[in-house]
């Protein structure tokens, strides 16, 4: 049993470690508190061209003021918020009927944003925190690693189901 709680919780908070920092390095730009279209005329204005604008790259302030900070930052968030929500979205998928463990998995996954968007938007005023959008930094990592979760756990239980029916085969040869 004990196994089964650590591949539980080990899955879910690597899973979830892994496509929340992809998601918050890939829009880092939008985290920043600008648009790419701000910045891009902000540059303009500024007298650095509109090249950087053309070629798709901005300047360098538009990123994260320390984007390991901030990387850092979403790893022990979701160190915070992954190990409770998983167990009780267990909690919920065993002792609930089907129908309500997925209201259930929304009200925690709502809860982890809620806490997440909080303790970004406290680091966000701080000196050399530069994170513009703390809702929608939240919001888009959890629904990113929670869908691909769910897709993990389908692609999980096919495999399981389609070994399910060679063994039955098996069995009736």
Known sequence: MGKYFLD???FSLALTMVVELAVAFLFRRCWAGKSPV???????AAGKGTRLARKGRLPEDVLFAHPGRVLALVMLVNLL????AVLLCWLGKVYLPFFL????QLVVEAG???????VYRSFSGKSGWRI????ALAVT???CSWLLGILAMAVKRQTWFHMLMLWLE???Q
């Open 8 to 10: 539980m919780f080990g």
């Open 141 to 143: 990592t959890n629904v």
């Open 112 to 118: 982890a944003v809620a806490v997440e968007a909080y």
């Open 81 to 84: 918020t992954n190990p409770l």
């Open 38 to 44: 701000e910045s891009a005329v902000e540059s303009a």
């Open 170 to 172: 098996l069995l009736r």
């Open 132 to 135: 513009g959008h703390p809702m």
């Open 101 to 104: 463990a997925w209201p259930v």
